[in-house]
T-cell receptor, first 111, second 113 residues
Framework: QQQVKQSPQSLIVQKGGISIINCAYE??????FPWYQQFPGKGPALLIA?????SEKKEGRFTISFNKSAKQFSLHIMDSQPGDSATYFC??????????FGAGTILRVKS | DTAVSQTPKYLVTQMGNDKSIKCEQN?????MYWYKQDSKKFLKIMFS???????INETVPNRFSPKSPDKAHLNLHINSLELGDSAVYFC????????????FGPGTRLLVL
């Protein structure tokens, strides 16, 4: 049972473009939605996170949009740079429970 | 200063062997985790300890046994290694439970031949 569905599986974006990664979840009890970034050979690192009391959170070039009624959330990377090339994971959890990760999106930004 | 460290970084071994992976965090966190990342990069939690107490134990074969001697350490022992155990194993820690930032170690790449 895949509780968090992530798309696309891979994404190629031109430098300066917008990268968009989408996630959908099933469990309405989830109340914490982080995005993790993983570079090759490294462990995942928290990029940005949102709780369902807000519809959008922005940190620099990274924005999470959250749609509670649709049970969807997405990551937007503005002005994408080659250094953003990595694997991105969305995740979700509920109070006191484990993080459930999406399957990951491999992003490649072409210079 | 490395926040979450794992040893070894690489582990190549034969089927049937027993091996251990060690993890240490110097962040003062209460909670530690073991994750498995398969060849398709899918990341799945295996275990979670909070203050040395096991709180999450996913459907993991009994051959995998975590041990937490203190809240800064969480080791993973694997008995009778199988080909399907080949993966990258990540240790992580967080201040309390899953709804806070989890800090991942660099991973241990296990290859079972």
């Amino acid at each position: 049972q895949q509780q968090v569905k992530q798309s696309p599986q891979s994404l190629i974006v031109q430098k300066g473009g917008i990268s968009i990664i989408n996630c959908a979840y099933e469990n309405t009890a989830f109340d914490y939605f982080p995005w993790y970034q993983q570079f090759p050979g490294k462990g995942p690192a928290l990029l940005i996170a949102i709780r369902p009391d807000v519809s959008e959170k922005k940190e620099g070039r990274f924005t999470i949009s959250f749609n509670k009624s649709a049970k969807q959330f997405s990551l937007h990377i503005m002005d994408s740079q080659p250094g953003d090339s990595a694997t991105y994971f969305c995740a979700a959890s509920k109070e006191g429970n484990k993080l459930v990760f999406g399957a990951g999106t491999i992003l490649r930004v072409k210079s | 200063d490395t926040a979450v460290s794992q040893t070894p970084k690489y582990l190549v071994t034969q089927m049937g062997n027993d091996k251990s992976i060690k993890c240490e965090q110097n962040l003062g966190h209460d909670t530690m985790y073991w994750y498995k990342q398969d060849s398709k990069k899918f990341l799945k939690i295996m275990f979670s300890y909070n203050n040395k107490e096991l709180i999450i134990n996913e459907t993991v074969p009994n051959r995998f046994s975590p041990k937490s001697p203190d809240k800064a350490h969480l080791n993973l022992h694997i008995n009778s290694l199988e080909l399907g155990d080949s993966a990258v194993y990540f240790c992580a820690s967080s201040p309390k439970l899953a709804r806070e930032t989890q800090y991942f170690g660099p991973g241990t790449r296990l290859l079972v031949l």
